[in-house]
């Protein structure tokens, strides 16, 4: 990330990129082809800008057979390939690979079958994620996973990364969304995975391909499952003197038999961002906030409310609120999903760190969290989701200064260590990536980590899609086409 980054001014290998152009071109003559250095800038990075590298060339597909066209080219030639979306993602699994083509799947974004009766989608990977819900309302439906990135973000990243969203404690991630799923081989072979049914018969590829990043096919199409719009929503807002206390209430309202539809937290330095930013009336004197959503029936919402508000106020609570329409539902959780961007106010830089715990550590882990920020001398603004365990700590630093980079990428390791030490893992929905190679022997045995190669290979043999991510060591690679995980990433 720290050393120089490749001259990219002149062609890496400029015969094989010549014949690379040249094939690509004769194999998808209306293929969208960007060459020149400038015009390829855009796509060098995902949302994590520390690490950044340019491709040899960038392809803009709007058909499958065009992708198909670009997976057989580049297979023939032995180029890596990666596959990127919106370009949302956290953990630089989106990084081109300066030796190969990035596949950027963005125009493909057609919703092509909407269908309510099954409660069902098929759509293109270029959807965005909150496009799926604006087309179902008029059913009745919606998609429960909803990323902060939703308005942004693309279905096919969500696949890639198994992403989640403030609802994910009651409905679940990605994987747990999704029904079937059109791949295409590193051949450019197509292949079904899944169907319309619950479950099926063998392996179940569906769960193992999402959350695979990439490295092993490039998904066209996806059916993923619509839920129906609960009668009524409510929110919950409940402020505390101590990270303790709220984090306290999270175990306390799962073990009460409660599941929300979320139960998000915020500390004092992101309640105050967000406040600011997105005027939604929380309690700034608040050490940290909980927003707990209930819905359901109207009979059922309003017993669990009162539940809730009964807990809460046992636990210690300093303020209580419950939303009294949609309107105002709508404003407490755009506080919370405008927290990210609220917090970049704060300072020049933000590093988002996703690591997931067990929820009983939530304020053991918080504690240690800020702890460990003051002996490095930096600011972290927490913003999670509670329920689910998958803290998402905001790590303030200003990237002009080597020193605070330094800072601020080993106190994010450190948070990932400690949240495996608790039982936890290092990511939730952000993703491995390049960001996590070097936690992962942390989680993973060294058996487990030549089985996750092992996996690979079976999809990938030749190990060109998206090389150097997710898998620290890649050992039947040809050196050249593992990534290192500092030396290529920065300007």
Known sequence: MHGSQPDTTQPLLPV????????????????????????????EC???????????????????????AVLRVCHRLGVPVVARGAGTGLCAGAMPHPEGVLLVLSKLDRILALDPETRSARVQPGVANLAISRAAAAHGLYYAPDPSSQIACTIGGNVAENSGGVHCLKYGLTTHNLLAMTLLTVEGERVS?????????????????????GLL??????????????????????????????????GAIISAGIVPAGLEMMDQL???????????GYPREAAALLLCELDGTREEVAEQIVRVQDLLQQLGAT?????????ERALLWAGRKSAFPAVGRLA??????????????????????????????????????????????????????PEQIHKAEALGADILELSVRVGGCITG??????????????????????????????FDPALTLNPGKGIPILKRCQEYRALPSREHGND
């Open 193 to 213: 995975i899944g169907g319309t049914g619950l479950d099926g018969p063998g392996l179940d590829l569906l769960a193992l391909l999402t959350g695979s990043e």
């Open 217 to 250: 096919g490039i998904v066209v199409e996806i059916t993923v499952k619509l839920l129906p719009q609960p009668p009524l929503a409510r929110v919950i807002l409940a402020g505390f003197a101590s990270v303790r206390a709220a984090g306290d209430a999270v």
């Open 319 to 327: 303020s209580l609120r419950v939303s009294a329409d949609e309107h």
């Open 16 to 43: 094989d990129r010549q014949r690379l152009l040249a094939d690509l071109r004769a194999a998808a003559p209306a293929l969208e082809l960007i060459a020149d250095i400038e015009s390829q800038r855009p796509y």
């Open 429 to 458: 929905e952000h993703g491995v990536g390049l960001e996590k190679l070097r936690q992962m022997p942390s989680q993973f045995s060294t058996a487990e980590l030549h089985q996750l190669e092992d996996i690979k290979a079976a």
């Open 270 to 280: 992101a309640i105050r961002a967000a406040e600011d930013f997105a005027g939604a």
């Open 348 to 401: 020049p830089d933000y590093y988002c760190m996703d690591g997931t715990i067990p929820r009983g550590q939530v304020a053991h882990v918080l504690e240690e969290i800020s702890r460990l920020a003051a002996g490095y001398g930096l600011a972290v603004a927490n913003v999670f989701h509670a329920g689910d365990g998958n803290l998402h700590p905001l790590i303030l630093f200003d990237a002009a200064s």
């Open 46 to 68: 995902d949302a994590l800008t520390l690490y950044r590298q340019l491709p040899l060339a960038t392809a803009l597909p709007t058909t499958v057979e065009e992708v198909q």
